[in-house]
C-alpha cells in the first residue's frame, strides 16, 4: 500500500532535524538575544531621584508665551521673575471645570520641577485638576499671604491662594522652600501687558 502523498499547504508532522534545522534555530534565537540586548541598553536603572541634563531641557520664554495666552483668558496674567538658574521649560492653557487656566512650569536650580497655575476656577477644581484626588493639609505663609496646602498624587505639596479674583497655585517636586520662593515672585510679578 503507498503513503499519500500531502497536498500543497498540508504540514509536515515530522520535525525536522539535522545541521540544518539546528542553525536556524541558532538564528532565531541569536536575533531574539540581540534584541533583547538592545533594549537593555536603551534603559538604565537609577534608584533614587530622576537626573535632569539642564543642556537639554528644553527652554521657553514665560512672558511671550503668556502674553499670546492672555486674550484668550478672562483674567489677569502675571509673569513671575525668577532668577537665571531656573529654567523655564513648560506653558500651556489647559480647562479646568469649565474655566481655563494657564500653566508654566520651571526646572529649579535642585533640578526639580515647580509649576504656577493662574486661573479663575473655583478652587476644588484647580486643585483636582492638578492632583488628582487631594488631602488639605493646612496652611503656609509666602509673600505676605497665606496659601491653603494640599497633598496631591505622588505627595507632592499644592498651594493655593487668591488674589483680586485670580486663583494662584503652585505645585512640583520641589522643596517647600523653592515653592515659596515660585509663590513670592508670582506675588510680585507684573501683569501681562
Known amino acids: 500500500m503507498a503513503t499519500p502523498t500531502p497536498g500543497p499547504g498540508a ?40 537626573e535632569v541634563d539642564r543642556e537639554s531641557v528644553p527652554r521657553i520664554d514665560p512672558a ?7 486674550p484668550n483668558l478672562t483674567f489677569p496674567l502675571r509673569v513671575p521673575s525668577l532668577p537665571g538658574d531656573w529654567i523655564p521649560q513648560s506653558s500651556d492653557v489647559v480647562l479646568v471645570g469649565g474655566a481655563r487656566a494657564a500653566r508654566v512650569g520651571w526646572v529649579t536650580p535642585d533640578d526639580e520641577f515647580a509649576r504656577l497655575v493662574q486661573t479663575d476656577a473655583d478652587e476644588a477644581a484647580v486643585v483636582v485638576s492638578e492632583a488628582g484626588d487631594p488631602t488639605a493639609s493646612g496652611t503656609v505663609t509666602a509673600g505676605g499671604r497665606t496659601w491653603v496646602t494640599h497633598t496631591g498624587r505622588r505627595g507632592e505639596p499644592i ?28 506675588l510680585a510679578a507684573p501683569f501681562v501687558r
Open 11 to 50: 504540514r509536515d508532522d515530522e520535525p525536522q532535524r539535522g545541521p540544518a534545522a539546528l542553525l536556524r534555530a541558532f538564528v532565531v534565537l541569536g536575533v531574539g538575544v540581540l534584541l533583547l540586548a538592545g533594549l537593555v541598553r536603551a534603559c538604565s536603572f537609577a534608584p533614587g531621584q530622576p
Open 64 to 70: 511671550a508665551e503668556l502674553r499670546r495666552d492672555a
Open 159 to 186: 498651594w493655593v491662594t487668591d488674589v483680586d479674583g485670580v486663583r494662584l497655585l503652585v505645585t512640583g517636586s520641589a522643596a517647600p522652600e523653592r515653592l515659596g520662593q515660585l509663590a513670592e515672585a508670582a
